[in-house]
């Protein structure tokens, strides 16, 4: 499978609801590389690499788990996979 990147911005209430733990937890389970992390505008920014069906299945998990309600809108671009991650972390 070709390896992909994508960016995802998320907007609505994300922040202060474990948004971001929720994301790592899945990502590594996954074996999503990349990371997670707040931006100062409420949005939670995601950044990762995978096989394109794997990180479809992330972004499936996210959005129709425990944090489908804080979702409002989400902004996805899709790019080939650079290979600089080695794990998924959240960054602060």
Known sequence: MMKKRV???????VQGVG???TAEA??????????VKNLPDG????LCEGDEEVLKGLFSDIKN????????????SWSEATGEFKDFDIRF
């Open 7 to 13: 960016r995802v911005l998320y907007s609505g209430m």
């Open 19 to 21: 948004f971001r733990f």
């Open 26 to 35: 899945v990502a590594q389970r996954l074996g999503v590389v990349g990371w």
């Open 43 to 46: 949005r939670v920014e995601l």
């Open 65 to 76: 788990g425990t944090l489908r309600n804080y979702i409002r809108d989400t902004d996805v």
